[in-house]
């Protein structure tokens, strides 16, 4: 067994620099089992933060799935096979009217760049909006449309085709009362608006050269491109109305709507399957990713029938490894665990009382300036200072970094400000965890999160 | 179980019509073993042209690894998990220095995809020089790369920042006598010429618009992106001398080397691991997919410490899949048969009694013009007149279908012309299956080859 000095030498001697690893004293994974992990010294860890093993780690009823297909045959999506059929029809059965043609591919990132295609090939328009701090995926189209890349560290700006309207952040963001939906509806308005005049003044620049003519001219916005729910902005639940009053907008400057529900979706959020159902809006086309084969590499789009055939305009599309069969038999297995332990309706109950407890925790800890999120994902915004909202960045951090040194509980920090708490973990974490998670947040805060 | 019929109307419920099936009468898979494929009726196929598992279908070893590993733990990359570090040092082991940092992700487009990140990265430069007819990939900037698509059924055409150097085909492209190796190479010059130069008349144009003379600047070539062998332009083989010569001069002209192995990879060429090896030609970037993990959903991307250094600019990269336990195991356990079976020496000699056969059936049938290719990626190329070279298209369908119904042999066509017959078994595929599928063959071709 290697140390954990003689992995981590291992790494830089043949992986990329660019990977990084949770917490100053990483922790060497042996295994793992429900809400829990355990390193190879057999210490278990309370897992509050993996969202993708989705029904628990290892979950048997996965395992089995998986090893029976892969002992009979793993083939692909040109020819037959009954597990494909079956996973597209139970899968699109979640998703209401008119959203029924699933296309699978192996990762989040995948799906969300089959979403671009899907949306420009419908509307004929490259240009996107997006909501600021946004993540989307590792490609290059994607950080392109990701302002937690492009604007990051290492990131080269904002290029022309894209659009960034306000995150709806209702804590931290421009807008705050009662009208903050509004107001926000209005950003994305505006974000759109500007896609809409620099197409055409780019056209009218562009002048003779044809080439530049039509590029500059597919600035308009062919996708408005969000979370229903906002991660990498800092677990940030938009306010009620919003996001249907966006989609509204994207839909009358002519843009088609993606829900990217790669991290909240299947239940996470405890009252609906999906986030944007959540909301009350309805999407164009759903990217789908991490929880969805509860680990196993597997990625889907779902989309109207209207704007699959948009996108079979004669060119093939094939995924060598996109719906095979093992893939299917996983996502499968993982939504008959959801529905046979009643996952769903366990992390909204769940979900509510962490909320509620760690709003409790407020009333005591001022460091604690907010607490949001539905279901089991979930956010606590730490400040410094409840007037200016400043972020504890340093606060949050080492919290992070003691709770996982002297209580083993896997956490981690989320936001622009890096001092939100991030809380998505396997939906089995019960009430006792939370309780556990919550009792170790108080004495944390009691010794060091003093304002 | 449902029938053939009942499993196509499924998929036009719930699947895009973008999909697309083998055969007129689709083989409806149950079960796989070694180079074999069962139906549901129990009927047992000869498959030649799976690549993806190629250690054979579902492979016990590559089972036990990957559901021993499901039943511990899986888990992401920002943990720390012994299978990582193993698998990268085995993989980085197979490349020259050097080649010796890895990335992993979870298709051969990713890997793709990637490669273009770490070229753009280092060179600064967004052009790309690829030869005509490649297929490098199904994302949006793959597909702009991919002269099989841009240019074909639903393509938009030629993106500006890329050029296209004709196909190194020494039997149905321009250049066949003893110097084509070198003006095969005058055209990827030629190409890397027109991307300089198109770079610099953009910018002249472009004039006081900053962005545009940026973007057009970028015209130049970053990277040579190729297959040392070519899959979709019909299993070309390139003359000898051509690869090194290409990779010399895309280098002279600033650009990095990028060489697509996720069809040829791991010995299937017989003679070395990789193509491009075969070729006496060595790249700067490596991108791996298809058979790397027998079928579980993996790529992989290998490149120089210097070229990882430059990607390393501060922006995290991470891919929630990729590089997984499940994977890794995947991936280890596909080295290890490689090697405990001695699959690369088999995959040579083959390789060279099916290409023997097919050259000798040559000499009684007319319409077989071409066989080439290296161990088992093999083409054979089929014309109505020896003369002309003209493509027997409609044969070589039929000829496909036929084995498919009457002899249980999995064929397909590939090739601009679609009249090649594609060879790339499993590598269990032996010389009594290359002796079965000659003879069919031959009795086809004894029937309806007459020109």
Same mark, same amino acid.
Request: some cysteine; aromatic content about 8%.
């Given at each position: 067994?290697?140390?954990?000095?003689?992995?981590?030498?291992?790494?830089?001697?043949?992986?990329?620099?660019?990977?990084?690893?949770?917490?100053?004293?990483?922790?060497?994974?042996?295994?793992?089992?429900?809400?829990?992990?355990?390193?190879?010294?057999?210490?278990?860890?309370?897992?509050?933060?993996?969202?993708?093993?989705?029904?628990?780690?290892?979950?048997?009823?996965?395992?089995?799935?998986?090893?029976?297909?892969?002992?009979?045959?793993?083939?692909?999506?040109?020819?037959?096979?009954?597990?494909?059929?079956?996973?597209?029809?139970?899968?699109?059965?979640?998703?209401?009217?008119?959203?029924?043609?699933?296309?699978?591919?192996?990762?989040?990132?995948?799906?969300?760049?089959?979403?671009?295609?899907?949306?420009?090939?419908?509307?004929?328009?490259?240009?996107?909006?997006?909501?600021?701090?946004?993540?989307?995926?590792?490609?290059?189209?994607?950080?392109?449309?990701?302002?937690?890349?492009?604007?990051?560290?290492?990131?080269?700006?904002?290029?022309?085709?894209?659009?960034?309207?306000?995150?709806?952040?209702?804590?931290?963001?421009?807008?705050?009362?009662?009208?903050?939906?509004?107001?926000?509806?209005?950003?994305?308005?505006?974000?759109?608006?500007?896609?809409?005049?620099? %197409? @055409? $003044? *780019? #056209? &009218? =620049? +562009? !002048? /003779? %050269? @044809? $080439? *530049? #003519? &039509? =590029? +500059? !001219? /597919?600035?308009? $916005? *062919?996708?408005?491109? +969000?979370?229903?729910?906002?991660?990498?902005?800092?677990?940030?639940?938009?306010?009620?109305?919003?996001?249907?009053?966006?989609?509204?907008?994207?839909?009358?400057?002519?843009?088609?709507?993606?829900?990217?529900?790669?991290?909240?979706?299947?239940?996470?959020?405890?009252?609906?399957?999906?986030?944007?159902?959540?909301?009350?809006?309805?999407?164009?086309?759903?990217?789908?990713?991490?929880?969805?084969?509860?680990?196993?590499?597997?990625?889907?789009?779902?989309?109207?029938?209207?704007?699959?055939?948009?996108?079979?305009?004669?060119?093939?599309?094939?995924?060598?490894?996109?719906?095979?069969?093992?893939?299917?038999?996983?996502?499968?297995?993982?939504?008959?665990?959801?529905?046979?332990?009643?996952?769903?309706?366990?992390?909204?109950?769940?979900?509510?009382?962490?909320?509620?407890?760690?709003?409790?925790?407020?009333?005591?800890?001022?460091?604690?300036?907010?607490?949001?999120?539905?279901?089991?994902?979930?956010?606590?915004?730490?400040?410094?200072?409840?007037?200016?909202?400043?972020?504890?960045?340093?606060?949050?951090?080492?919290?992070?970094?003691?709770?996982?040194?002297?209580?083993?509980?896997?956490?981690?920090?989320?936001?622009?400000?890096?001092?939100?708490?991030?809380?998505?973990?396997?939906?089995?974490?019960?009430?006792?965890?939370?309780?556990?998670?919550?009792?170790?947040?108080?004495?944390?805060?009691?010794?060091?999160?003093?304002?």
């Amino acid at each position: 067994m290697s140390t954990v000095k003689d992995l981590l030498a291992r790494r830089s001697a043949h992986l990329s620099p660019a990977l990084s690893v949770h917490y100053r004293r990483p922790v060497h994974v042996a295994r793992g089992s429900g809400q829990y992990l355990y390193d190879t010294a057999g210490v278990r860890y309370l897992d509050c933060i993996n969202n993708v093993p989705l029904v628990g780690h290892s979950h048997p009823a996965v395992t089995e799935a998986v090893c029976r297909q892969l002992s009979l045959v793993n083939t692909n999506t040109r020819f037959l096979y009954e597990v494909l059929a079956e996973y597209a029809d139970r899968l699109a059965a979640l998703f209401p009217a008119p959203l029924s043609v699933c296309f699978f591919v192996n990762s989040g990132s995948e799906a969300n760049e089959l979403a671009l295609r899907l949306g420009r090939a419908h509307t004929g328009r490259r240009g996107v909006v997006v909501l600021d701090h946004a993540y989307h995926g590792n490609t290059t189209s994607l950080v392109d449309i990701s302002p937690y890349k492009f604007a990051g560290r290492g990131g080269s700006g904002r290029p022309a085709h894209v659009q960034v309207a306000a995150a709806p952040d209702v804590y931290r963001g421009r807008y705050r009362g009662p009208d903050a939906a509004e107001r926000y509806a209005g950003e994305v308005a505006a974000a759109l608006d500007r896609a809409r005049s620099e %197409s @055409q $003044a *780019g #056209q &009218s =620049q +562009a !002048g /003779q %050269s @044809q $080439a *530049g #003519q &039509s =590029q +500059a !001219g /597919q600035r308009a $916005a *062919g996708l408005f491109f +969000a979370e229903a729910i906002l991660g990498c902005a800092g677990q940030v639940d938009p306010p009620s109305g919003f996001l249907p009053a966006a989609y509204r907008l994207a839909r009358d400057a002519g843009a088609v709507v993606v829900a990217d529900e790669v991290q909240i979706g299947f239940g996470r959020v405890g009252s609906h399957w999906w986030g944007f159902a959540a909301h009350g809006a309805q999407p164009d086309i759903v990217s789908l990713g991490k929880p969805i084969g509860n680990g196993f590499p597997l990625g889907a789009v779902v989309t109207t029938p209207e704007i699959a055939a948009s996108f079979a305009n004669g060119m093939e599309y094939f995924s060598t490894f996109g719906g095979n069969p093992l893939a299917c038999a996983a996502g499968l297995a993982v939504l008959d665990v959801l529905e046979a332990e009643g996952l769903r309706a366990h992390a909204a109950a769940v979900g509510a009382h962490l909320a509620a407890g760690f709003t409790a925790l407020a009333a005591r800890h001022e460091a604690i300036g907010d607490v949001r999120g539905r279901g089991l994902f979930l956010g606590v915004d730490l400040v410094t200072d409840r007037a200016s909202r400043a972020p504890a960045t340093q606060l949050a951090r080492d919290l992070v970094e003691t709770l996982r040194e002297q209580d083993a509980i896997l956490l981690s920090t989320e936001g622009p400000g890096d001092n939100v708490l991030k809380i998505k973990p396997p939906l089995p974490f019960g009430v006792a965890d939370a309780d556990l998670l919550l009792d170790a947040v108080d004495r944390y805060l009691t010794r060091h999160g003093r304002i």
